[in-house]
């Protein structure tokens, strides 16, 4: 990292206005490479430019509230202090980014899986008590909390319910560590598919319970979409259910289409975050080809926990006698271990650094989405960023002109 790149700058502020023009930014990526860490970042950004600014997290890990200066976080908005977002707007007031307005609030949230389907239910339902019936069955709760993609699906859902509401500007969303984080990127389409499917609709236009007796005359393919669900159990109390949601079928196919057009549209900006190693990165190329192939907007990379060259170290180790120094202030052995190990530590940051390099080269020279994406480059800090302090320092690394 001993050069800033003029396509790193490029990079900056094309992520700048990313944040300054979107009503959505998706950081995604593999788990554990900084998607928190670049959500909280890019949403305290965002209101030190004027934008009031939510930033949702999935993961119940306390990282974005202790990156934010907060104890915990809860399913309500809350609220972060305004000291901070105007200590971020003195660190980027060096930034070409012409930016008019004062620096305003930000706001963090942890969704809660089981709150956010309930939320949606209450928000849907045509009344109180079908919402109420509704929350009752068996079905409903295994559907809200174990269906595979519930948790991405209702992540959107409330993506899309929040960035309409009026109440914020940006709505930046820290999407929830994955095995495969493909399955954020397909759930609203799996549901769709659920919701759009004939059988579905059939049964859900009858008037009187389902159950069993339906499903025995049903087509294979019903069967087969039952089974996506359940596996085959429980039948009996899934009739009741899709009774229940023939009156929610509609609104529900509605929103999710919503939310479909949303991230695919012109408001979202989705922001692949990665780090050098070779495999995450290849994981990166690979995810980033499936975001485009899927019509999402990709709009920039942030590559994180790049290793910071020790340039000033060499210099100084090789021409300042910094040995015979160490020597004299520690004495005889024990100050030429410290300098060998000294030289040693300096080496491999800078074989790393190297390495590190040459991984990135090859990224951007096997071509595809990634290599055609602006990239952000942010340095490997000394500690870990579990507070407000250290998050405000990424900061020009990331949207800003870092002194270098
Ligand atoms: N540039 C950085 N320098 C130093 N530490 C960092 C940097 N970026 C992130 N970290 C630290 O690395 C750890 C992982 O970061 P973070 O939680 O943001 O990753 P994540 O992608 O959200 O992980 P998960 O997939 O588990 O949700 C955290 O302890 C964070 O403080
Ligand atoms: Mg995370």
Redesign the pocket.
């Known amino acids: 990292m001993s050069v800033d790149r003029d396509d790193t700058a490029v990079a900056r502020l094309a992520l700048l206005q990313q944040v300054r023009d979107r009503r959505v930014v998706v950081c995604v990526?593999s788990?554990?490479?900084?998607?928190?860490?670049?959500a909280a970042a890019l949403g305290l950004a965002a209101a030190a430019i004027g934008r009031k600014t939510l930033v949702i997290t999935i993961?119940p890990?306390r990282?974005l509230a202790n990156?934010l200066g907060l104890d915990s976080l809860s399913h309500a908005p809350q609220l972060v202090d305004q000291g901070l977002v105007t200590q971020a707007a003195r660190q980027l007031s060096t930034t070409t980014m012409p930016t008019t307005t004062m620096p305003t609030t930000l706001h963090a949230m942890m969704l809660d899986l089981k709150a956010g389907w309930d939320d949606m239910l209450f928000r849907t339902a045509p009344d109180e008590d079908l919402a109420n019936r509704i929350l009752a069955n068996r079905f409903y709760k295994v559907l809200s909390t174990e269906l595979p993609g519930a948790h991405e699906f209702i992540a959107c859902e409330h993506l899309q319910y929040l960035a309409a509401s009026g109440r914020f500007d940006l709505v930046v969303l820290?999407t929830p560590?994955t095995q495969n984080a493909l399955d954020f990127l397909d759930a609203p389409s799996r549901i769709l598919g659920v919701l759009d499917n004939d059988a579905f609709r059939f049964f859900a236009d009858k008037s009187s319970s389902l159950g069993l007796r339906f499903l025995d005359g049903a087509s294979g393919r019903a069967q087969s979409v039952i089974a996506r669900f359940t596996g085959g159990e429980m039948l009996e109390e899934l009739g009741d259910f899709l009774v229940l949601l023939k009156d929610l079928y509609d609104p529900l196919t509605d929103r999710t289409r919503q939310f479909v057009a949303l991230l695919e549209g012109r408001d979202t900006a989705f922001v692949v975050?990665t780090a050098p190693q070779p495999t995450v990165l290849s994981e990166a190329a690979f995810f980033a080809g499936e975001l485009v192939r899927r019509g999402l907007p990709l709009q920039a990379v942030v590559v994180?926990?790049l290793t910071p060259r020790p340039t000033t170290a060499l210099q100084i180790l090789e021409h300042d006698h910094v040995d015979e120094t160490l020597q004299q202030a520690i004495g005889g052995d024990d100050g030429a271990r410290v300098a060998a190990a000294l030289d040693r530590a300096v080496g491999d940051e800078d074989r790393l650094a190297t390495l590190e390099d040459a991984a990135l080269q090859g990224l951007m020279g096997a071509g595809g989405a990634l290599s055609a994406t602006p990239m952000v480059r942010?340095?490997?800090?000394s500690?870990?960023?579990?507070d407000a302090g250290r998050l405000v320092e990424?900061l020009p690394w990331l949207v800003g002109s870092p002194k270098i």
């Open positions: 990526g788990g554990g490479v900084g998607k928190t860490t670049t993961d890990a990282r990156a820290d560590p975050v994180n926990r942010l340095p490997r800090l500690d870990a960023v579990h990424l």
